[in-house]
Structure formats: C-alpha cells, structure tokens
C-alpha cells in the first residue's frame, strides 16, 4: 500500500474519529453496483479488496478508508447512430421533420435502452485520516477526484472540517528562490532533474525541463527573464521523490529502498501482514514530509484553523 500521489488537507479545527464509529458510518454508504438504468454509482469499499470485509483499515491513529465508483460506458458514436436511425425510421413514416426537443427525448430513451448492455468502468481512490497530524491525504494527482471523495466522505460522517493547507509565501516563489540561490535549500530536500516554468503574463509561455540540472545557466536565463517556477520534482531526506507543484499537490510519490526493504522480512504470501506494515511505513514517513515541507514552504498559516476545540 503505496500512494502515488498526495491530495492533502488541513482540518481546520481538532478532529477525532475511532475506526469503529467511521466503520460504522461508511457502512450505511457501501458500494453496490450500478442498476440497470443507472450510469453510475459510488461507495465505500474495503481498502484490502478481497482480504477483507472491514471498510476501514487503521493503524497507529491512521485510518485508511477507499472509495469505489463505477461507470457505465456508452459511446457517443454508438448513441448518435441509433438516435439517426430511430429519426430516419419516424420522418419516413409518418411524414414529418422530427425536431430538436423530440430528438432530444429519442436520445434519452435511447440511452436508457443501452444501458444495460453498457461496459462498466471502475476505479478506487484510496485516502487516510490522520486525525493526530491534522491531515486527510488522498492518493489522487486530480484536485476534481480529491474533492469527489472529500465531499463523499462529508456526506458519510456528516462534518469535516477541512481545507487546502496554505503556506505564508505563494510556493513559486520559494520554488525559483530555492533555484536561484536567494532562498536557502532546507537540509532535508535535494533537487530533482525536472520542473515547469511559467511566465506570469496573461498570455505568458510555459516551458518543462526534464534531465536538466535546475540550478544550471540554462534555466537561470529563464528565470532571470522573470518566469517562475510552478512545478518542482524534488527529494526529501533521500527516502521520498516526488513533484511538487505551486497547489500543493504531491504527484508520483515513489519511496527509497531503505523504506521498501523495511518488508522484505515479511511473508510474501500474507497479503494482509504486508499491507499493514507498508501503509505503517508510509504514513509514518507522511507524517514527517508533510509538516516539514509545509515549513521550508515558509511556514504554514494557520490563521483559520481553531487550535482548542
């Protein structure tokens, strides 16, 4: 159980939950599948699949909970197709042009008829509470998806008190300062080979560097120009890489050996073991990266956050 990517939020006052009264309440919203009329459905799932009924995973205060949502697919060549021919069929028969409003509804009914030979796509969207740090991370590299299963899990325990983290510096700026020498690196982070270049300007060029050293003169004219960095790939304290962009948003998380061999001692064939001691791991290492980045970011503001409840 590795995320990928890193969707965080900031619960703006303290916020506490026992894995059985969120098991409980992810209950009466379980995932069923999609109807024969319906085109989409979504629910909670267990976050071990198949090794598991319970909803909720937790470990060491971090609670591990997994989104499912199931689509139907219907192409739209193959809804027009039928709808021509449906209209074709009508104007033939009885003698008239078939309008905007009655195509309209054709389409609608026809819709509903193909539903139930549809293909179904799922997907699941893992996230953890970690009431103890103050955070909800979602693997998710989309802001749409992250606030899908935000809302949803609003909906299933009925309040969460959360919000983007905010930092006291816009973070393109410390990102271009950290390339241009005019704001110190953090001891704890080293740079990548890639980062994304904006120009402010309205109409303003983008340029994306890959396998480029981002302090060399090459992107230093760049920034000398007045572009600034947006998005920055990035390591911290040589266990986790990962992007970074100007949204806070954590996208290709990969962790280091030192981390991963931590599981090598743990039966391969004991699924349930392994997923426990990789989502300890990570969230463990979370729970060190996220505050800190929050930090060499210029410090968190917390001006609306309520420290006692």
Sequence with gaps: MWFRNARVYRFTKPFDITPAELETQLAEGAFKPCGPQETFRQGWVSPLGRHSEQLVHSANGYHL???????????????????????????QEQMRKVRRKEKDEIKEQVTL?????????????????????GFLVVDSGSAKQAEELASALRKAIGSLPVRMPAVNQAPGFTFTGWLTGSIDLPSQISLGHECEIKDPGEDGGVVRCRGLDLQGDEIRTHLDAGMQVTKLSLTWDDNVSFVLDEELGIRRLKFGETLTEKLEDIDNDDVAAKFDASFSIMTLEL???????????????????????
């Design 287 to 309: 729970s060190n990266l996220l505050p800190g980045l929050l930090e060499a970011l210029g410090g968190e503001d917390r001006s609306a956050i309520i420290e006692d409840a």
């Design 65 to 91: 909970i997994a989104l499912r949502r199931e689509e139907k697919i219907l192409p739209g060549p193959v809804i027009k197709e039928a709808v021509a021919e449906r209209v074709e069929a009508i104007e």
């Design 113 to 133: 008829e193909l539903l139930p030979q549809a293909f179904s796509r799922s997907r699941r969207l893992f996230a953890y509470l970690a009431p103890k740090d």
